[in-house]
């Protein structure tokens, strides 16, 4: 799979489809549950971090859903 599949990030899953962090973030649970987004530590301690990691093509998928459904993003 190439590396540029993924996204790390809620700025630039935000930024994927123009939209607000703030947004992305209240679609969590959504994005959790599509599967396209997980959690992850990144670094070493005592500089490890928390961050969200998602796949372009799953984010695209949910994105999708919600159009047939006529729900907004």
Do not use: C
């Amino acid at each position: 799979m190439p590396k540029n599949d993924h996204i790390e990030g809620w700025q630039a899953i935000a930024d994927l489809f123009g939209l607000s962090e703030k947004t992305m973030r209240n679609r969590k649970q959504e994005l959790i549950d599509a599967g396209a987004i997980i959690f992850m530590w990144k670094g070493s301690p005592p500089n490890r971090t928390y961050v969200v990691r998602a796949k372009k093509d799953k984010l695209w998928a949910w994105a999708s859903d919600k159009a047939k459904k006529g729900e907004p993003i």
